[in-house]
């Protein structure tokens, strides 16, 4: 099977296992790739072999093939991370067909992969991210209609930070007026944020003037475990001090 792993900007991913098969391509990894380059002209490809993959059959092998060369001049760069030898033996031999750059790594090298496909790529956002590690605490300031890409890249900066810590004390939206969302898929990536961070929050404030403050605190406790409440926007280091309390 081949699983979509959510990349921001003109990054994406793609998570390999078990036996891979052509259905997995034209029906997965096909039209997520024109999904991309709907607001892309060039991409950077994370093909992840997991631990669990097992084999391809030979159609997915032909629409490997075919997706190299449909979108052609669109792959900037590619990483293939994977510890199965007749890949990684492969990708090397047949890289200089591929116009982008072409690099393998093995699955200890994950990290390193993303961070190289991460040079210098074409990532904008309109949510700044600050984390205040002593007191356990992410700022999330929208600066402009939000973004798919916002939320992918607020996760890339707090959940390394979740993970290490186990929780966050609090998560703090901190704008005057709530800019909206720059389309419906912004407003569904923040929904999906929350589903996905709810349980290792305790508090979540909003600093705002904006109306979106008092709905968040009268309907975020009828959907997410965490305690919320509504400040103003002047009071940041009022609500600093609850989500410490």
């Given at each position: 099977?081949?699983?979509?792993?959510?990349?921001?900007?003109?990054?994406?991913?793609?998570?390999?296992?078990?036996?891979?098969?052509?259905?997995?391509?034209?029906?997965?990894?096909?039209?997520?790739?024109?999904?991309?380059l709907?607001?892309?002209?060039?991409?950077?490809?994370?093909?992840?072999?997991?631990?669990?993959?097992?084999?391809?059959?030979?159609?997915?092998?032909?629409?490997?093939?075919?997706?190299?060369?449909?979108?052609?001049?669109?792959?900037?760069?590619?990483?293939?991370?994977?510890?199965?030898?007749?890949?990684?033996?492969?990708?090397?031999?047949?890289?200089?067909?591929?116009?982008?750059?072409?690099?393998?790594?093995?699955?200890?090298?994950?990290?390193?992969?993303?961070?190289?496909?991460?040079?210098?790529?074409?990532?904008?956002?309109?949510?700044?991210?600050?984390?205040?590690?002593?007191a356990?605490?992410?700022?999330?300031e929208?600066?402009?209609?939000?973004?798919?890409?916002?939320?992918?890249?607020a996760?890339?900066?707090?959940?390394?930070?979740?993970?290490?810590?186990?929780?966050?004390?609090?998560?703090?939206?901190?704008?005057?007026?709530?800019?909206?969302?720059?389309?419906?898929?912004?407003?569904?990536?923040?929904?999906?944020?929350?589903?996905?961070?709810?349980?290792?929050?305790?508090?979540?404030?909003?600093?705002?003037?904006?109306?979106?403050?008092?709905?968040?605190?009268?309907?975020g406790?009828h959907?997410?475990?965490?305690?919320?409440?509504?400040?103003?926007?002047?009071?940041?280091?009022?609500?600093?001090?609850?989500?410490?309390?």
């Amino acid at each position: 099977m081949i699983k979509i792993v959510d990349m921001p900007g003109n990054l994406i991913g793609f998570e390999l296992s078990g036996k891979v098969t052509g259905k997995d391509y034209e029906e997965v990894l096909i039209p997520a790739v024109q999904e991309k380059l709907q607001t892309h002209e060039k991409i950077r490809a994370l093909y992840h072999v997991t631990k669990d993959f097992e084999s391809y059959d030979f159609e997915a092998m032909v629409d490997d093939a075919k997706a190299g060369f449909m979108f052609f001049s669109n792959w900037e760069k590619i990483a293939v991370v994977s510890d199965v030898e007749w890949i990684t033996n492969g990708v090397k031999v047949f890289s200089f067909v591929v116009p982008g750059e072409v690099k393998t790594f093995s699955n200890a090298e994950i990290e390193k992969a993303k961070a190289w496909l991460k040079e210098d790529a074409e990532v904008k956002s309109s949510l700044k991210v600050t984390l205040e590690e002593p007191a356990k605490i992410a700022i999330l300031e929208p600066q402009a209609p939000l973004s798919a890409d916002d939320f992918l890249l607020a996760k890339a900066i707090i959940d390394p930070f979740i993970e290490e810590n186990g929780k966050l004390n609090g998560i703090i939206i901190y704008t005057k007026d709530f800019p909206g969302y720059e389309s419906f898929g912004g407003f569904i990536k923040h929904m999906e944020f929350i589903k996905e961070h709810h349980k290792h929050i305790k508090k979540l404030a909003f600093v705002t003037d904006s109306v979106v403050g008092e709905l968040g605190e009268k309907l975020g406790s009828h959907f997410i475990s965490a305690e919320v409440k509504n400040f103003e926007y002047k009071e940041l280091e009022k609500a600093k001090k609850w989500i410490l309390s």
